[in-house]
């Protein structure tokens, strides 16, 4: 069943409440006509820089005393003076001293009175004069807060929180680390936007799960759903490290002195066995999707290998279920900030997206399709809802082919067996390069040529029934997009962009904040195979996806793999691909033994959304006569187009 946006069209002047609102920034004469777009009227070199430390509730760090968070905001000074109240943009990050924020790893500075004096991104230039207050947040355990840092736990959210609820006057806060002078914000009207890529956007989740009020729209850019799926994917290690390696690096020099017995707790949490413990069930958002009241814009590179498309996709489908208003872009990038890989549409549309959501100036957006999507480097289309209309699941089966390993995809069900025997030095990329070679660490099933273009649109599943060797495996399951294509070149440094040196100005500046950015540009590669999603699994937790058990040797075990989210045309000419396999060298930790896996063909399948469904497979693969629906493998789908770039735009 298609997913449709439930935005709340904002009728100018429709009620005392909107007219109220308007009238805080706009003179009587102006007000006449609703305003569709915030402009930059207010001064950033003279805007208010303050600090203040806000009460969370919590004690983390076991020292007696309540922690304080350091909240740094900047905000404009004429609207402060005439006592008009602004909606805030919220940045909450761990990152602000250890590691620094965005492609030029850039981090909060002080002037001597301890008020910020560059505070990274360009979210401070651009819409403190557009008549928005900034505020960065110092998540519990780093730079100048107290606690400690729990890695998407209670203390994680609920510091940043606290925050929100100061902003709507339910928090108390204080001039300084230590005082009893209190803070008000009195300057705000408490409709509070969050935003952040990676942990940042992952903390702006976690609190839009709590339900906060006030919290009126959310930006999480490849961010985390679960942190559970962040180090495991049913069982199997992503990573020969846990959180509380994680936790340890961001914590600041004061926090690691105190925080040792949160270390400890995080340690005996977050055992590497991969069961799911409590420890995971409290940072897992996804359950709490139906608490969500915030709108989600949210963004994602499809071969983001750090945060994967998991996170966005069981995000996305679980806000659905629940009616949250929501817009997506999804990138060929990496681990990649909009902000690099499209700057000019990106301030522009969250420019307007603020405004809408925060400002409630009926500028379109709401109107505009809800998806964006990049189909080739720089290359853009978009979709009226996501996934589109007319999308269903295929059922598509393995068959044997004329050599081992080597075999066919298609709608019917298989027959007889092949063996996969787990090689830990390869990857996805190598099993993929030889597609069409027998080799023992792989089975590959293939479409002949596609007659006509498939779109995959959505998360897939594969169901594999396997009997192991030994007491342990690992099962991997990857679809391929088999032929020529020029791709963002994500497997490098850079993650699908190159950085420039030329600077582009994206709102206003003063001597210690520059809002001047390096350029990026696309960096691509020719490739004569693509990965478009994958999954993993340790075999043992074929019963129960949170807790894995010893295998017997000898016996058949049905397991399903969750596939990440995608949305990938598969173009007429190229072949469509499944690939089984054992460990991937790159993203999982490999197990104690070399297990051979006999794959049953006839109790294995991949489930895979389609938009046209299991008719539009059987057109693009065969040709058949079957009544194909209305909605083509591009419906919803408007033509691409290029990225514009406006050297200097923006300011």
Request: hydrophobic share 35%; aromatic share 8%.
């Amino acid at each position: 069943m298609p997913i449709r946006t439930r935005f709340t069209p904002w009728r100018p002047l429709a009620t005392a409440a909107t007219a109220a609102l308007l009238a805080t920034f706009l003179t009587p004469a102006a007000a006449q006509a609703a305003p569709r777009e915030s402009r930059p009227v207010y001064s950033y070199d003279d805007a208010v820089r303050e600090a203040v430390w806000v009460d969370t509730g919590l004690d983390g760090d076991g020292d007696g005393k309540n922690d304080r968070v350091a909240v740094d905001i900047v905000r404009p000074r004429e609207l402060d003076r005439q006592g008009r109240k602004v909606p805030v943009v919220m940045d909450a990050s761990p990152y602000y001293s250890c590691c620094g924020r965005g492609n030029e790893s850039q981090r909060k500075t002080y002037d001597a009175n301890g008020n910020v004096v560059q505070m990274p991104l360009f979210y401070d230039n651009y819409f403190v004069p557009r008549g928005y207050a900034f505020v960065g947040v110092d998540l519990a355990g780093t730079n100048r807060s107290d606690g400690c840092v729990d890695v998407g736990g209670r203390s994680d959210i609920l510091s940043a929180k606290a925050v929100v609820d100061w902003l709507n006057g339910r928090a108390k806060a204080y001039t300084t680390r230590t005082g009893g002078t209190k803070a008000k914000a009195t300057w705000t009207n408490g409709r509070t936007g969050m935003i952040g890529k990676s942990w940042d956007g992952t903390i702006a989740n976690g609190v839009a799960a709590t339900g906060v009020k006030g919290l009126k729209t959310i930006v999480p850019i490849s961010a985390i759903s679960s942190w559970y799926d962040y180090y495991f994917q049913q069982g199997a290690p992503l990573y020969d490290s846990g959180p509380d390696w994680l936790s340890n690096y961001v914590n600041s020099p004061d926090a690691r002195t105190r925080c040792d017995a949160v270390q400890q707790k995080i340690v005996d949490g977050a055992p590497r066995t991969g069961d799911r413990t409590g420890f995971w069930t409290e940072r897992d958002y996804v359950k709490d999707a139906g608490k969500v009241k915030a709108s989600v814009f949210a963004i994602h590179g499809q071969q983001d290998l750090n945060v994967r498309m998991k996170h966005l996709g069981q995000w996305w489908d679980a806000l659905g279920r629940n009616g949250v208003e929501r817009k997506i872009w999804l990138s060929q990038t990496g681990h990649v900030d909009p902000f690099d890989f499209r700057r000019a549409e990106w301030v522009d549309t969250l420019h307007r997206w603020f405004d809408h959501e925060l400002l409630g100036y009926d500028n379109g957006i709401d109107r505009e399709p809800m998806a964006d999507i990049e189909r080739h480097p720089d290359q853009w289309v978009t979709s009226k809802v996501w996934p589109p209309r007319g999308t269903s699941t295929a059922t598509l089966r393995p068959g044997q082919g004329t050599q081992p390993g080597v075999g066919t995809l298609g709608l019917t069900r298989g027959h007889g067996t092949e063996s996969v025997t787990d090689n830990p030095a390869l990857s996805e990329t190598d099993w993929a390069a030889r597609i069409d070679t027998a080799t023992p660490e792989k089975a590959g099933f293939t479409t002949g040529a596609l007659t006509r273009d498939l779109r995959i649109s959505g998360s897939s599943k594969v169901t594999v029934t396997a009997t192991p060797t030994t007491a342990t495996a690992h099962l991997s399951a990857v679809l391929v997009d088999l032929g020529p294509a020029t791709i963002r070149d994500y497997a490098t440094a850079g993650e699908g962009i190159s950085t420039l040196t030329d600077r582009t100005c994206w709102g206003a500046s003063t001597a210690g904040d520059s809002a001047c950015f390096k350029e990026t540009k696309a960096k691509t590669a020719a490739v004569d195979h693509e990965v478009v999603s994958r999954g993993w699994a340790d075999l043992g937790t074929y019963a129960n996806p949170g807790k894995g058990v010893p295998l017997t040797p000898g016996k058949a075990y049905t397991i399903t793999l969750d596939l990440a989210a995608t949305d990938h045309v598969v173009p007429a000419g190229h072949r469509l691909a499944l690939i089984v396999a054992g460990t991937d060298k790159d993203l999982i930790d490999p197990p104690s033994t070399t297990p051979t896996l006999t794959i049953d063909l006839a109790r294995t399948k991949a489930s895979v959304p389609l938009v046209g469904g299991a008719s539009a497979f059987a057109y693009a693969t065969d040709g058949a006569a079957t009544v194909v629906p209305e909605a083509s493998p591009l419906e919803g789908v408007q033509a691409p187009r290029t990225v514009r770039r406006v050297p200097g735009a923006g300011s």
